[in-house]
């Protein structure tokens, strides 16, 4: 791992008595290997008022339609009226048909 200078500024505050080599060598053993820690973020919220308005089941209207039947979230599908463009109208059953007919 490579030290940077901002590191480098670091490792003399935390390692006072160490080297410059030894201060490297501590910081590059102190961050290998390491994600990002969560140490000190904030939880979620789990409060009786998250979990009624994260309740989908409760949602009417056109906010209703944008969940499918497990809770999830349908994303653009929806949100937005996508036309159908088939030349047929809404409700038409027979789309397609005409060609097997004829």
């Known amino acids: 791992a490579v030290v940077s200078t901002q590191s480098t500024g670091l490792a003399k505050k935390r390692f006072p008595k160490l080297s410059e080599s030894e201060r490297s060598a501590a910081m590059t053993e102190l961050v290998a290997n390491k994600g990002p820690q969560t140490a000190g973020t904030t939880k979620a919220a789990k409060g009786g008022a998250t979990g009624r308005l994260t309740d989908t089941s409760k949602y009417t209207g056109s906010h209703k339609e944008r969940f499918g039947e497990d809770g999830k979230g349908k994303g653009l599908e929806g949100r937005v009226e ?15 048909t005409y060609d097997k007919q004829h």
Do not use: R
């Not at 996508?82 to 397609?96: E, M, P, R, T």
């Open 82 to 96: 996508l036309a159908d463009n088939s030349g047929y109208v809404g409700n038409y059953k027979g789309a397609d």
